[in-house]
């Protein structure tokens, strides 16, 4: 008997040796069992009654306003040199009509070579509206109050008017073109946004 049950046993350990082995050599079943989370990173951020989901790696910086929220710093990809700056804004009493801000928003590049899409869209229940702006960009330098600009060549500029139950929330995008860019779809996804719900908007 004892030797039945020796020799049983060494057949299910050759067996389970062998479909052990067969695992590994299967097509992909490395990658599946030491497979890495590539999903990106993303950290959650609440001001006031806005909810933002942002990659890990937009950093706050400090705010140059009192005005603003919170400011973020996005790092700049192959190419370009600066990175670019999300500003986040909420005004008591809504902080104007969405016609005036987007005409501010495009009014702040030059028209030689201004380029321009407006969208609007649904995150969840709530309407937002996205301007999107290339071309040279009047940058704010120095106290606002003082109204100095200096015209920056190659910018673009992501905003987004967020109409909350609770108030209205504004996140301006601004930087070199390309680094903007590749910021569209996080900046969309932070506050729950999709392209799907996307349409033109004309102000």
Sequence with gaps: MSTRITIFEFVRNLMLRIILAATFLLPGSQSLLFAEDTSPKTTTVKLKALTLNIPATWTKAKKRSSMRLATFAIPAVEGDEDNAELAIYSFPGGGGSVGANINRWVGQFSGKGRKKMITRGK?????????????????????????????????????????????????????????????????????????????????
């Design 123 to 203: 995150a969840g229940e709530h309407n937002y509206y996205m301007v999107e702006v290339s071309g040279t960009y009047n940058q704010s330098v120095g106290p606002p109050i003082q109204r100095k600009t200096k015209a920056v060549e190659g910018s673009r500029m992501l905003a987004v008017i967020l109409q909350l139950d609770e108030g209205v929330y504004f996140l301006k995008l601004t930087g070199k073109d390309k680094t903007v860019k590749a910021q569209r779809q996080s900046l969309r996804e932070s506050f729950g946004g999709t392209s799907e719900s996307e349409e033109e908007y004309k102000s």
